[in-house]
Protein backbone atom coordinates (compact mmCIF):
# COMPACT_ATOMS: atom_id res chain seq x y z
CA UNK A 1 0.00 0.00 0.00
CA UNK A 2 1.32 3.50 -1.03
CA UNK A 3 1.72 5.48 2.21
CA UNK A 4 2.80 9.04 3.13
CA UNK A 5 2.92 9.36 7.35
CA UNK A 6 4.03 13.16 8.18
CA UNK A 7 5.53 13.99 11.84
CA UNK A 8 7.52 16.78 13.60
CA UNK A 9 4.48 19.12 13.66
CA UNK A 10 3.66 20.88 16.75
CA UNK A 11 3.65 24.43 18.42
CA UNK A 12 6.45 26.82 18.03
CA UNK A 13 7.01 30.64 19.25
CA UNK A 14 7.31 33.05 16.65
CA UNK A 15 10.99 33.04 15.09
CA UNK A 16 11.30 29.53 15.99
CA UNK A 17 12.14 26.53 14.39
CA UNK A 18 10.76 23.47 12.86
CA UNK A 19 11.45 20.21 11.10
CA UNK A 20 8.76 18.15 9.13
CA UNK A 21 9.66 14.94 8.08
CA UNK A 22 7.55 12.42 5.34
CA UNK A 23 7.95 8.82 5.35
CA UNK A 24 7.00 6.96 2.50
CA UNK A 25 6.23 3.47 1.51
CA UNK A 26 5.23 1.57 -1.25
CA UNK A 27 6.66 2.66 -4.14
CA UNK A 28 9.95 3.28 -5.15
CA UNK A 29 10.83 6.92 -3.42
CA UNK A 30 13.45 7.92 -5.58
CA UNK A 31 11.51 7.75 -8.48
CA UNK A 32 8.92 10.30 -8.08
CA UNK A 33 8.87 13.95 -7.15
CA UNK A 34 7.93 15.05 -3.83
CA UNK A 35 5.42 17.78 -2.33
CA UNK A 36 4.99 20.05 0.65
CA UNK A 37 1.35 21.52 0.72
CA UNK A 38 -0.41 23.96 3.34
CA UNK A 39 -3.81 24.62 5.09
CA UNK A 40 -4.28 27.30 7.47
CA UNK A 41 -7.75 26.33 9.74
CA UNK A 42 -10.42 27.43 7.65
CA UNK A 43 -8.39 27.85 4.56
CA UNK A 44 -7.17 26.76 0.94
CA UNK A 45 -4.73 24.65 -0.10
CA UNK A 46 -1.43 26.02 -0.55
CA UNK A 47 1.76 24.84 -2.71
CA UNK A 48 4.58 25.43 -0.22
CA UNK A 49 7.78 23.47 -2.08
CA UNK A 50 8.92 20.67 -4.08
CA UNK A 51 11.80 18.77 -4.95
CA UNK A 52 13.20 16.41 -7.74
CA UNK A 53 13.61 12.46 -7.59
CA UNK A 54 17.18 12.59 -7.34
CA UNK A 55 16.75 15.97 -4.96
CA UNK A 56 18.90 18.32 -7.54
CA UNK A 57 15.84 20.36 -8.26
CA UNK A 58 13.90 22.70 -5.74
CA UNK A 59 11.20 25.05 -6.33
CA UNK A 60 9.63 27.15 -3.27
CA UNK A 61 6.66 29.36 -2.68
CA UNK A 62 7.74 33.49 -2.32
CA UNK A 63 5.96 32.93 1.23
CA UNK A 64 8.52 30.51 2.50
CA UNK A 65 11.77 31.39 0.35
CA UNK A 66 14.85 31.60 2.36
CA UNK A 67 13.60 30.64 5.25
CA UNK A 68 12.24 27.05 4.29
CA UNK A 69 14.62 24.39 3.17
CA UNK A 70 13.03 20.82 1.28
CA UNK A 71 15.65 17.71 1.13
CA UNK A 72 14.99 14.10 1.10
CA UNK A 73 16.87 11.24 2.23
CA UNK A 74 16.26 8.24 -0.86
CA UNK A 75 18.21 5.62 1.37
CA UNK A 76 15.87 6.16 3.96
CA UNK A 77 12.94 7.16 2.08
CA UNK A 78 11.71 10.35 3.73
CA UNK A 79 10.72 13.97 2.85
CA UNK A 80 11.45 16.96 5.10
CA UNK A 81 10.78 20.41 5.24
CA UNK A 82 12.81 22.42 7.73
CA UNK A 83 11.49 25.69 8.87
CA UNK A 84 12.90 27.99 9.89
CA UNK A 85 11.88 31.76 11.47
CA UNK A 86 8.62 31.38 11.89
CA UNK A 87 5.71 33.08 11.77
CA UNK A 88 2.50 33.17 13.00
CA UNK A 89 0.99 33.25 9.35
CA UNK A 90 2.38 29.58 9.50
CA UNK A 91 0.35 27.95 11.24
CA UNK A 92 -1.16 25.31 9.39
CA UNK A 93 -1.76 21.75 8.41
CA UNK A 94 1.37 20.76 6.56
CA UNK A 95 0.69 17.75 4.13
CA UNK A 96 3.53 15.91 2.45
CA UNK A 97 2.03 14.84 -1.85
CA UNK A 98 3.58 12.58 -4.12
CA UNK A 99 3.93 13.86 -8.10
CA UNK A 100 2.41 12.08 -10.01
CA UNK A 101 6.19 11.70 -11.65
CA UNK A 102 7.95 15.46 -12.44
CA UNK A 103 8.78 17.97 -10.07
CA UNK A 104 6.00 20.10 -11.54
CA UNK A 105 3.20 17.72 -11.85
CA UNK A 106 -0.30 16.70 -10.13
CA UNK A 107 -0.38 15.00 -6.72
CA UNK A 108 -1.69 11.57 -6.72
CA UNK A 109 -1.11 10.61 -3.01
CA UNK A 110 -1.12 13.10 0.01
CA UNK A 111 -0.49 12.48 3.75
CA UNK A 112 -2.77 12.61 6.63
CA UNK A 113 -0.77 16.33 7.65
CA UNK A 114 0.53 17.59 10.66
CA UNK A 115 -0.08 20.27 12.71
CA UNK A 116 1.85 23.46 12.96
CA UNK A 117 1.36 26.08 15.39
CA UNK A 118 3.41 29.29 15.22
CA UNK A 119 2.09 30.92 18.80
CA UNK A 120 3.65 32.62 21.95
CA UNK B 1 3.00 34.55 -11.45
CA UNK B 2 -0.28 32.84 -12.96
CA UNK B 3 -2.99 33.38 -10.61
CA UNK B 4 -6.25 30.57 -10.62
CA UNK B 5 -9.84 31.66 -9.79
CA UNK B 6 -12.63 29.83 -9.62
CA UNK B 7 -15.99 30.53 -9.88
CA UNK B 8 -18.87 30.18 -7.84
CA UNK B 9 -17.44 30.20 -4.29
CA UNK B 10 -20.04 27.99 -3.61
CA UNK B 11 -23.08 26.06 -4.99
CA UNK B 12 -25.93 24.41 -3.82
CA UNK B 13 -27.58 21.39 -5.89
CA UNK B 14 -29.92 18.63 -5.98
CA UNK B 15 -28.80 15.00 -5.78
CA UNK B 16 -29.02 14.40 -9.61
CA UNK B 17 -28.06 17.50 -10.86
CA UNK B 18 -25.19 18.48 -13.17
CA UNK B 19 -22.47 20.42 -11.87
CA UNK B 20 -20.21 22.78 -13.15
CA UNK B 21 -17.37 24.35 -11.91
CA UNK B 22 -14.56 26.72 -13.49
CA UNK B 23 -10.99 27.62 -13.24
CA UNK B 24 -9.11 30.14 -15.10
CA UNK B 25 -5.71 30.57 -15.07
CA UNK B 26 -4.28 34.32 -16.00
CA UNK B 27 -2.25 32.81 -18.52
CA UNK B 28 -1.93 30.36 -20.39
CA UNK B 29 -0.79 26.62 -19.00
CA UNK B 30 -1.91 24.35 -21.89
CA UNK B 31 -3.69 21.38 -19.93
CA UNK B 32 -1.61 21.38 -16.70
CA UNK B 33 -3.82 21.67 -14.82
CA UNK B 34 -5.33 19.24 -11.89
CA UNK B 35 -8.15 18.57 -9.51
CA UNK B 36 -8.75 17.72 -6.16
CA UNK B 37 -11.83 17.15 -4.19
CA UNK B 38 -11.25 16.96 -0.46
CA UNK B 39 -14.19 16.53 2.23
CA UNK B 40 -14.61 17.75 5.39
CA UNK B 41 -12.23 16.72 7.74
CA UNK B 42 -10.30 14.75 4.94
CA UNK B 43 -7.33 14.98 2.95
CA UNK B 44 -7.68 16.65 -0.49
CA UNK B 45 -8.21 13.51 -3.18
CA UNK B 46 -6.67 14.18 -6.72
CA UNK B 47 -10.01 13.51 -9.61
CA UNK B 48 -8.14 14.93 -12.49
CA UNK B 49 -5.09 15.60 -14.04
CA UNK B 50 -4.06 16.98 -17.55
CA UNK B 51 -7.64 18.79 -17.57
CA UNK B 52 -9.17 15.71 -18.40
CA UNK B 53 -7.60 12.71 -17.61
CA UNK B 54 -9.75 11.14 -14.65
CA UNK B 55 -7.59 9.47 -11.88
CA UNK B 56 -8.02 5.77 -11.40
CA UNK B 57 -10.78 5.02 -8.93
CA UNK B 58 -12.56 8.37 -9.61
CA UNK B 59 -15.97 7.46 -10.28
CA UNK B 60 -16.82 8.21 -14.02
CA UNK B 61 -19.78 11.22 -13.43
CA UNK B 62 -16.82 13.34 -12.52
CA UNK B 63 -15.31 15.20 -15.83
CA UNK B 64 -12.76 17.82 -16.66
CA UNK B 65 -12.26 20.08 -20.04
CA UNK B 66 -10.35 22.89 -21.05
CA UNK B 67 -7.05 24.13 -22.16
CA UNK B 68 -5.07 27.60 -22.13
CA UNK B 69 -7.04 29.26 -19.70
CA UNK B 70 -10.68 28.64 -19.17
CA UNK B 71 -11.42 24.75 -17.36
CA UNK B 72 -14.35 23.31 -16.10
CA UNK B 73 -14.94 20.39 -14.05
CA UNK B 74 -18.04 18.57 -14.25
CA UNK B 75 -20.77 16.56 -11.83
CA UNK B 76 -23.10 14.60 -14.33
CA UNK B 77 -25.38 13.64 -11.55
CA UNK B 78 -24.45 14.76 -8.09
CA UNK B 79 -24.28 12.61 -5.57
CA UNK B 80 -24.79 12.88 -1.39
CA UNK B 81 -20.95 11.92 -1.10
CA UNK B 82 -19.72 14.52 -3.45
CA UNK B 83 -20.36 17.33 -0.78
CA UNK B 84 -16.76 18.76 -0.39
CA UNK B 85 -14.78 21.70 -1.56
CA UNK B 86 -13.08 20.96 -5.18
CA UNK B 87 -9.80 22.96 -6.13
CA UNK B 88 -8.32 23.47 -9.02
CA UNK B 89 -4.67 23.74 -9.87
CA UNK B 90 -1.86 24.56 -12.19
CA UNK B 91 1.28 22.89 -12.56
CA UNK B 92 2.65 23.85 -15.55
CA UNK B 93 5.43 25.45 -13.70
CA UNK B 94 6.20 26.54 -10.50
CA UNK B 95 4.82 28.28 -8.20
CA UNK B 96 2.54 24.86 -8.48
CA UNK B 97 -0.74 27.36 -7.71
CA UNK B 98 -4.29 26.51 -6.31
CA UNK B 99 -7.39 27.86 -7.04
CA UNK B 100 -9.30 29.59 -3.98
CA UNK B 101 -11.66 26.58 -3.93
CA UNK B 102 -15.00 25.83 -4.56
CA UNK B 103 -17.64 24.96 -1.70
CA UNK B 104 -20.32 22.02 -3.15
CA UNK B 105 -22.99 21.33 -0.61
CA UNK B 106 -26.54 18.92 -1.52
CA UNK B 107 -30.21 20.66 -1.09
Known amino acids: EVQLVESGGGLVQPGGSLRLSCAAS????????MSWVRQAPGKGLEWVSA????????YYADSVKGRFTISRDNSKNTLYLQMNSLRAEDTAVYYC?????????????WGQGTMVTVSS | DIQMTQSPSSLSASVGDRVTITCRAS??????LAWYQQKPGKVPKLLIYAASTLQSGVPSRFSGSGSGTDFTLTISSLQPEDVATYYCQKYNSAPLTFGPGTKVDVK
Open chain 1, 97 to 109: AKDLMWVEDAFDI
Open chain 1, 51 to 58: ISGSGGTT
Open chain 1, 26 to 33: GFTFSSYA
Open chain 2, 27 to 32: QGISNY
